[in-house]
């Protein structure tokens, strides 16, 4: 009997929270049970197997995971609940504890996450595992857990769980890294996913051929620590993206996120003459004041920062800059933030993703005196919001009547087609005289604001 057979009329449902690369690998786990004969479970429908993907970013993504958990478990009455993902690994115990529960994988096991389903299954009675297969180890009763330390040397090395998968709208996202070595202060990701590591350029350009055969125009490339890349192969994200721009089929590229002191001029040069490489740029910044830099044990300085985003736009007058900024930290006082405003004010960057300060058991930052109350943490989140609407208002307005190349998304019902220009600009299109297909890139004149703001309108000039 095939696994194909075995599996087949089993239904799977999934539930992921947290950032695109857990998404991504969450797509990937549900490609693997696709192919073992799972189908989605269709609303309304209880499911044989959850897979909940969790997050553990804030307190209130725990709450949410476990929030999560419970629903599930009520929705899909004797289904094998099974959690993963960054809560997972750090509260292995505190997750099998919850009611409904059946088996808790950690970042190293997620991967083999096919293979515990089919072990389970021996126990319960549903398969008999093939005798010649040496995986088949069951699994104690009494466990629940399956998490292996990421750090110390017992553990090995962790894992590096390749994931090449199709976003929910047109992008491909291709997991090139994974973990992190900088220990920030504030973060726990280092403990969530382990050091760092990655895919051999070979594999990941492999892996950028086959989403091209299957259709893929744009993949975004994404990790932990992106621009560490290299640590396990002894190569060099550059050479990784000289390598991913000259597989055939892939339009456009965009680099989820490279921190400051790893974004080289090189790099930039090589995104600004690349033939695929979009000018599109995601910073973490964290804070515009140096002081406040040293406490989150950052390795820049704010001069460093604002020299890079003059060298991108040396090069690149119109690219999209994104940055990531967090208020509220310990240790930030009033004049630290207002350093931040200032600075960000002041920086030629295109929208700030604003996140408040959330404690985090076990990081050096519970360390630092002076906690920031709730409520400040609050009005400087909802001034830097406001600063970030204004500098992305005048980025669309300042590409008004220019043309540009679309790619269309998947249309939502009732609303027009739209899709995102090579500088990351939403464009919402006009009605055309030929059908517009998702996918496919078109040559736009953009127009003024859509009626919610969000959005320039476009209108097709030809297609490419
Ligand atoms: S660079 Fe710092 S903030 Fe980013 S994942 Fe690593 S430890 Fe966390």
Known sequence: MTDDHFFSDRKAAYYTLGCKLNFSEASSIGRSLQEAGYRTARTGEVADVVVVSTCSVTEVADRKGRQAIHRLARQHPGAQIIVTGCYAQLKPDEVASIPGVSLVLGQNEKGKLLEFLKLKNVESGIRNYPEDDSHAQPIPDSSKVRVSPLWGKEAGEAVFMPSCSQGDRTRWWLKVQDGCDYFCSYCTIPYARGRSRNGSIATLVRQAEEAAAQGAKEIVITGVNIGDFGKTTGESFIDLIRALDGVAGISRYRISSLEPDLLTDEIIDFVARSRAFMPHFHIPLQSGSDEVLRLMRRRYDSALFRQKVQRIKAVMPHAFIG???????????????????????????TQLHVFSYSERPGTAALKIDGPVPSAEKHRRSELLLALSAEKTHAFYASHIGRTATVLLEHQKRGVPISGFTENYIRVEMAPSPTPLKDNTLVHVRLGDFSADGTALKGKEESEQ
């Open 323 to 349: 940055v990531d900024v967090i208020v509220g930290t310990r240790g930030e006082t009033d004049e630290h933030f207002r350093q931040t405003y200032d600075f960000l004010r002041s920086l030629d960057v």
